[in-house]
Nanobody
Framework: QVQLAESGGGLVQVGGSLRLLCTAS????????MAWHRQAPGKQRELVAH???????TYADSVKGRFTIAIENAENTVSLQMASLRPEDTGDYYC??????????????WGLGTQVTVSS
């Protein structure tokens, strides 16, 4: 079983910055990809950014140039650095991790979410 722990959400003013962290723990053999999704009130969950095990990152068009996803030095930890935040960035941010669990089966896990509120 793989668990995800997220942190770093909060309230920030327009133009401000926040950094989210997510650490995966448990019986992990290999992480293949890590991602952040978000869900705004009344809207569907959407992919914000994804990073593969070799460090290749992709972003939603709405966050390109403002958000940066990175694999941290700490084991199985991913960050999302968010800058120039806008009110439309408000929502619950969810970490998603996929890979191979011990002994040898695939896993795909979601975090419980961390709330980000951007006030104007």
């Amino acid at each position: 079983q793989v668990q995800l722990a997220e942190s770093g959400g909060g309230l920030v003013q327009v133009g401000g910055s926040l950094r989210l962290l997510c650490t995966a723990s448990g019986r992990i053999r290999k992480v293949n990809g890590m991602a952040w999704h978000r869900q705004a009130p009344g809207k569907q969950r959407e992919l914000v950014a994804h990073i593969g095990d070799k460090g290749t990152a992709t972003y939603a068009d709405s966050v390109k140039g403002r958000f940066t996803i990175a694999i941290e030095n700490a084991e199985n930890t991913v960050s999302l650095q968010m800058a120039s935040l806008r009110p439309e960035d408000t929502g619950d941010y969810y970490c998603f991790v996929e890979g191979i669990a011990i002994p040898n089966g695939p896993f795909a896990s979601w975090g419980l979410g961390t709330q980000v509120t951007v006030s104007s």
